[in-house]
Structure formats: C-alpha cells, structure tokens
C-alpha cells in the first residue's frame, strides 16, 4: 500500500516554524515518520504532500530524494484531493500526519492489516481520550462515539478511487500512548520529548 505524508499545514499553533523540521533529539519530526514507513513491510511507494506553508520541509525533502508532491495549501481535505489526483491513485493508500513522530512500523502494519479484513473504503484511527489524558495531551478534537469519546490520531486508509466521494469508514480505536501524541503545542513538543527518552 503507497502512503502520503501531510506536510503543509501552518503549524500557526506550536509557533517555531514549519512543524515537520522541528528538531527531535537531533532528528526532524517528520524523519521520524519516513523512517517508520520505510520500515514498514505493509507500505510500498511513500509520497510526502508539502504547500506553500513548508518551502523548506520541500526542499530538505527533495534534498533526502523523498518524492513531494506540492499542493496548492488551501486546507489538510482539499490538500489530500489534490495530491491524490496528481498522483493518480486509484486504490486504497495512507495518509499520515508528520507531526506522529512516536509512531513504529509494527503499529502502521497492524492498522493495514485490520484495513484488508473490513469491508469499508476507509479506516480512522482513533485512541480513546483517557489514552490522550494519561500522557498529558489535551485534544483539541473529541468525538462522542456510542458514549465513547475518542480522538482522531491522525492515521487514516482511504480508497483513491474514491477520494472526492464520502467514504463510509471503519473506526478503529487503538489504546496506543503513540498514537495520542499529536504534536501541535509547545505542550505536545515537551510530551513527546519525554516519551522519545523513556
């Protein structure tokens, strides 16, 4: 399955530049989550999806030999369209945020693997919020989902060929500390940091 990264938002929130080369012990946010998909064994191509926003997560990306794919940085859905059709999939793909850098390979393989065994176009992942709460993330999205208050993680499969349609979805909840960590403020970046050392 190819993956595409989301790589063009603002990052208006954390307030220190393009969110994806934020420096993680030495490393960029967003180095953490190629190397997880290239070690993946489920994921095949890996595109990354920049805007006008991220001109220097473009060209540290090209500079990697990472394939880019620059959208026009109207919004994450309507970036999502674009790059999709300029890349021409037509089959189910990835989508994963840059800024989920405590995410492993072993996880992306099991989220693909649950994908091929239901019978939807899409698959969210979510983590229940007392995940989010354990590790100090205050959400800024919660669905109340049959009593349940989830959080969207970021982490999503959908059908290519049907990319401009609304897709009926599978929702897999998954109590994975990785998987809450999110990072959009100062506060998430000193949470991260920590889980990244433990």
Known sequence: MDAIVMAGGPGNRLGKGEKPLIDLSGKSMISYVLDVLHQSEEVDKIFVATSPHTPKTEKYLRNMRIKVIKTK???YVSDLIEATEILGLRTPFLVVMSDLPLLSAKLIDEIIDV?????KPA???YVPISVCKDVGIRPSTVLN???ELIVP??????DGGLI???????????????LAV???TIDDLRI????LHL
């Open 73 to 75: 940085g109207i919004g």
């Open 115 to 119: 994908y091929w065994k239901i019978n």
């Open 123 to 125: 698959l969210s992942v």
């Open 145 to 147: 989902v049959d009593g």
């Open 153 to 158: 993680a970021g982490v999503n499969i959908l």
């Open 164 to 178: 401009k349609e609304e897709q009926g979805e599978h929702r897999l909840v998954l109590k994975y500390q990785e």
């Open 182 to 184: 999110n990072v959009n």
């Open 192 to 195: 991260c940091k920590q889980l």
